[in-house]
């Protein structure tokens, strides 16, 4: 999957791999935060190590993500 997210403790970590859209990241957000388990303040970490798709982006999406 080119989206992923994992929590620790307060720590919200997503990572992007491979192609993905930028609504795929909200989405892994959103779902992260919807969470029982998340706590009402969160640290997010975004690991692009591994996107082929950050590249591809505008600054516009970049920024509405």
Do not use: K
């Not at 970490?45 to 920024?63: A, C, E, V, W, Y």
């Amino acid at each position: 999957m080119p989206v992923t997210w994992s929590l620790d403790e307060d720590l919200v970590q997503i990572n992007l791999e491979g192609h993905y859209q930028p609504t795929d990241i909200i989405d892994a957000f959103l779902t992260a935060l919807a969470d029982r388990r998340c706590p009402q303040e969160v640290s997010l970490l975004l690991d692009t190590t591994g996107s082929l798709s950050l590249d591809l982006r505008s600054p516009r999406q970049i920024r509405h993500v």
